[in-house]
């Protein structure tokens, strides 16, 4: 994957993680996944085991967007980086002087 697609998937991603809906949808998915392994018997150890893995699953998700749109931010910063690299001098100097 370019960098370019990198940056792009990482925007992506942050505004389904800044979704307002979608923050809705996994925050009653979280909150609903500890009311029912609360409500879970202690003898039931395979439901346990089920919720939790649920817990964990729906954990990795999220943590799985935030580290594409960070991969992004990441992206997007060497390519800037990139382009001051490629910049010739008289053209680096006029970019200071412009902006201070």
Partial sequence: ??????????????LVLENPAFRLAMD???SEVVERWKDCSVRDK???????????????FESILIGTVEAGKLAKHQLDLAKLRDESKP??????????
């Fill in 1 to 14: 994957m370019t960098e370019n697609q990198t940056v792009r998937i990482g925007s992506d991603a942050a």
């Fill in 28 to 30: 009653q998915v979280k």
């Fill in 46 to 60: 395979e439901g346990q085991l089920l919720l939790l893995q649920l817990a964990k699953l729906t954990d990795r």
């Fill in 91 to 100: 053209r680096q100097f006029m970019r200071r002087v412009i902006n201070g």
